[in-house]
T-cell receptor, first 115, second 113 residues
Framework: AQTVTQSQPEMSVQEAETVTLSCTYD???????LFWYKQPPSRQMILVIR??????QNATENRFSVNFQKAAKSFSLKISDSQLGDAAMYFC????????????FGTGTRLQVFP | EPEVTQTPSHQVTQMGQEVILRCVPI?????FYWYRQILGQKVEFLVS????????KSEIFDDQFSVERPDGSNFTLKIRSTKLEDSAMYFC???????????FGDGTRLSIL
């Protein structure tokens, strides 16, 4: 069974600085998708970024980028120029490419941003 | 930007009562999902729904749970006889296709007394 691990329960960053959130996953499949979701205190789940496993190029979305290391099964999220509004719970998630659309989530990393 | 909407935002129910959580997915999406998040824990998959039938369900989704798309816009989750452990945040999500990003609603906080 696939699993997603986020080993950092909490992280903090100074405003305008860069922070990297770690995520590793376990799968025997070669075709899958990876996501980062943000959950602010309002509790809404917001899609941050998506990566297809067959693409070697790392996904980028404005200040958010990923470092996807397929062989190492690692999918970290880098937030550049951190803003106060980035403070939230960040969840890494996995979807198999085989006949399932079930998102498997990690336990989350709480990011604090200090002015 | 189109979004998934969920009602109510908060539902308080007595144990043993039936509850229906409602969702309006994004209009051109074809895949619908329910997830739940017990306070302080990770988000867990409950069920996926496509072409008017359940395509996948988790072990959590037992006989007390059911889903329905009663019309062309709503997608509901029914819990027949609620238990204390059903207290959680319930998220509805929809996507345009397999592997496509799932867009979540704001959630319904369900409190069972």
């Amino acid at each position: 069974a696939q699993t997603v691990t986020q080993s950092q329960p909490e992280m903090s960053v100074q405003e305008a600085e860069t922070v990297t959130l770690s995520c590793t996953y376990d799968t025997s499949e070669s075709d899958y998708y990876l996501f980062w979701y943000k959950q602010p205190p309002s509790r809404q789940m917001i899609l941050v970024i998506r990566q297809e496993a067959y693409k070697q190029q790392n996904a980028t979305e404005n200040r958010f980028s990923v470092n996807f290391q397929k062989a190492a099964k690692s999918f970290s999220l880098k937030i550049s120029d951190s803003q106060l509004g980035d403070a939230a719970m960040y969840f890494c998630a996995y979807i198999s490419g085989r006949n399932t659309d079930k998102l498997i989530f990690g336990t989350g990393t709480r990011l604090q941003v200090f002015p | 930007e189109p979004e998934v909407t969920q009602t109510p935002s908060h539902q308080v129910t007595q144990m043993g009562q039936e509850v229906i959580l409602r969702c309006v997915p994004i209009s051109n999406h074809l895949y619908f999902y329910w997830y739940r998040q017990i306070l302080g824990q990770k988000v867990e998959f409950l069920v996926s729904f496509y072409n008017n039938e359940i395509s996948e369900k988790s072990e959590i989704f037992d006989d007390q749970f059911s889903v329905e798309r009663p019309d062309g816009s709503n997608f509901t989750l029914k819990i027949r006889s609620t238990k204390l452990e059903d207290s959680a945040m319930y998220f509805c999500a929809s996507s345009a296709g397999e592997g496509q990003p799932q867009h979540f609603g704001d959630g319904t906080r369900l409190s069972i007394l």
